[in-house]
């Protein structure tokens, strides 16, 4: 009984440590349109099948993140910071053990043009003037849909 214990365990040990083998780390870097790097940027790992979520992490002072114990698959890298345009990585492969070093995700400004800009004002119901309080009934709620009958 007891070998046959020992043997269980000494199989379970070596299946776990070609399980803690068969994982990777991924690493790499943001930075801005202009090369600096971005503190406080997230970065989400995906699955490439479907995107869907895997693990989320924000940038160092420097720019750099890093995933660790990551599963053999297909994957790619999301950017993101506010004022600036997403970013994403190409497709790559996690296979046994190795370190994966995407290249440097460079996050550019949004640009928004505007075609036309319409400034509208309303009178509040009350105004206090120096010598006089003035109600502007036309913006009053109960005028709303009222017709001259």
Same mark, same amino acid.
């Given at each position: 009984? +007891? &070998? +046959? ?6 199989? $379970? ?8 083998? $068969? %994982?990777?780390?991924?690493? @790499? ?6 090369? %600096? ?59 046994? @053990? ?11 400004? +949004? ?16 105004? %206090? +003037? &120096? ?9 009053? &709620? ?8």
């Amino acid at each position: 009984m +007891k &070998i +046959k214990r020992l043997v269980i365990n000494f199989i $379970a040990f070596f299946l776990a440590i070609a399980f803690c083998k $068969a %994982q990777g780390s991924i690493r @790499g870097t943001v930075v801005d349109g202009n090369g %600096q790097p971005l503190h406080g940027a997230s970065v989400l790992l995906l699955h490439s099948k479907d995107s869907s979520f895997l693990k989320g992490s924000i940038t160092e002072k420097n720019g750099n993140y890093l995933f660790e114990q990551i599963s053999v698959g297909s994957y790619f890298i999301s950017s993101s910071y506010t004022g600036l345009k997403e970013t994403y990585s190409h497709t790559f492969l996690v296979s046994n @053990g190795n370190i994966i070093l995407i290249p440097t995700l460079r996050n550019f400004e +949004k640009s928004i043009d505007l075609e036309k800009v319409n400034v509208t004002a309303k009178k509040p119901l009350f105004e %206090q +003037k &120096i010598d006089r309080m003035v109600i502007n009934v036309a913006t009053s &709620i109960t005028n709303t849909g009222s017709t001259a009958l």
